[in-house]
Every structure is written in C-alpha cells, then in structure tokens.
C-alpha cells in the first residue's frame, strides 16, 4: 500500500511539473519525422499479465527489426537520439504508473519474446511485482547498446548473457524491495541522469 501511494504522488506531481516538458518533446518527435507522437508496445506485466508500454517514439515510423537497440541504430531519428541519450523518451511512462500498470521502479518490462526464455522458476519470482521505470540492472546495463554493438550476434549475447543477469537482478529486486530501496534507486537514477 505505502508503495502504491508513492508511486501516485511521485507520479502524479512529475506529470503535473514535466508537462510542459512533455509538449514540448511531443512537439519535436512530430516535427521530426513523420508517425505519431507516441510509441505502443506489448510488454508482460506483473503476473505475467500483457499490457501496452508507453513512450515518445524514437525510431522511424515502421521500424521492423530486433526489439533491441544496437549501438548507433539507423532506424533511431535524430530527436530519438537525443531523447534516448537522456531517457526522456520514457516520461510518458508516469502514465503507466498512474494506471497501474507500471511502478516508479521495478524490473524493466520485456517483450514476450524474451520472458518467454525465462526459466520457470524465476519467471514467476521475476514478475511478482509491477514493471518499473527504473531498477538495478537498468543502472548496472547502461552499456549495452554498446555490448551489443560489439558483438557478432547482439541478439545471442542479449539472451545468453545479457537477459541472464537482468533477471537475477529482477528476482533479487522483487524478493527484497521495500520503499527505502526504491527512494534509494531513484536517487541514484537522478545522478546518472544528470550526469548525462
């Protein structure tokens, strides 16, 4: 319940103060490129339940390919270079968080594709809490667009060692969180981020 309310009151006070930001960003990605403001996409929630992740959209309208991003990915636009840089593309996730769906912080939700090669045992530990904005191994990975550069098959390195350790940091998470944590990986979000 204390964490719920959290997640409201933090969420709703930055939607309330990051609004003009917001237009402002949606204003850009639409003068930018052609394609809407926002960007849908199945990911799988707390229980295994699918819902619909937000964010501005930063690549190319019909961008097929990997649900990966691979170093300097040609189907990124110049607004979504700048706007992933700095993690604002994820502001239209307080939304999901107002919703219910998402929480301030929590394992990053995956693409079906990926949960699907959870192990069984830890798929159901790993999503016993809500997805969040931000968590543990989003801060301990900020390198792997690079690492997947670097490799001759990203999407083999993603699920063979990248995905492996994002999980055990997903159980541990959920297994241990309380509010202290969670203020605790906020903050430590807040530095890297104004950090660049």
Known sequence: M?????????????????????????LWV???SPGPVLFRQQRVGRHGVPFR???????????????LTVGADPR????????????????????DVLQGTMSLVGPRPEVPRYVALYPGALRERALA?????????????LDEAARLAAAADPEREYVE???????????????????????????????RLLRG
């Open 53 to 67: 992740i937000r964010k501005f959209r930063t690549m190319v309208q019909g961008a097929a390919g990997l649900p």
């Open 30 to 32: 639409r003068l930018d």
């Open 161 to 191: 060692h990248i995905l492996p350790a994002k999980l055990q940091q997903a159980v541990a998470y959920a297994e241990r969180a309380t509010l202290a944590t969670d203020i605790a990986v906020l903050a430590r979000t807040a530095l």
């Open 2 to 26: 204390a964490k719920r309310a959290f997640d409201l009151l933090v969420a709703g006070c930055a939607l309330a103060l990051l609004s003009p930001l917001m237009l402002a960003i949606a």
């Open 76 to 95: 990124i636009t110049r607004a979504g270079a700048f706007l992933r840089r700095h993690r604002l593309d994820e502001l239209p996730q307080l939304i």
């Open 129 to 141: 809490v809500r997805p969040g904005l931000t968590d543990p191994a989003s801060l301990s990975h």
